[in-house]
């Protein structure tokens, strides 16, 4: 299992007041706020990561997580 860290950068005006939606693999896993941080466990290996608010997402991001990484 390796660990896995978001940053949100505080932002004074866009979407201040909203929660973004974390995906991983397609799926929800966290919501980060303005400006906090969130960790999460997952298994080695290929992954894909993406935030989404609304109808609007982010591009998708592939990562290849080593364990212990």
């Not at 007041?17 to 974390?22: K, N, P, Q, S």
């Not at 980060?32 to 935030?51: A, C, L, R, W």
Request: glycine share 6%.
């Amino acid at each position: 299992m390796t660990k896995v860290i978001i940053k949100r950068v505080k932002t004074k005006w866009q979407d201040r007041v909203r929660d973004y939606v974390i995906l991983l693999d397609g799926k929800e896993i966290k919501r980060i706020s303005n400006g906090s941080d969130v960790e999460f466990i997952v298994e080695p290996g290929k992954h894909t990561v993406q935030m989404k608010i609304d109808w609007c997402s982010s591009l998708k991001f592939d990562v290849d997580i080593a364990a212990g990484e």
